[in-house]
């Protein structure tokens, strides 16, 4: 039977997951708080404006969150960031790294 988790559980895991840094956590938590069904529909001048880290910042972690497979870029216009959808499958395997350590 797989178990519901929260988002605070999600968060807290986030947080103690050793190979984000500081920022990248934030930002990986902000899209998490603003999804709707893992669906994020935001763009980097939102992202900064909520967490004031740089836009060049924003869009590197994006990118590394996207190579890493944690998210998957699929909004956009042009080359303008608009969202992404986040990996549900990333996100569970945090919580057992944190699971498993605790």
């Known amino acids: 039977m797989n178990r519901m988790y929260t988002q605070e559980e999600f968060i807290e895991a ?28 935001v763009t980097i001048s939102y992202i900064h404006q909520e967490t004031n880290i740089t836009k060049a910042t924003i869009s590197s972690t994006l990118s590394f969150l996207s190579k890493k497979g944690f998210i998957a870029i ?14 549900s499958s990333k996100l569970h395997e945090i919580l057992m790294h944190y699971h498993i350590k605790k």
């Open 14 to 41: 986030i947080n103690d997951y050793s190979e984000f840094s500081p920022k990248q956590k934030v930002i990986l938590i902000l899209l998490l708080k603003v999804a709707i069904n893992n669906v994020a529909k």
């Open 74 to 87: 699929k909004e956009q216009k042009g080359n303008r960031f608009t969202g992404c959808e986040i990996v």
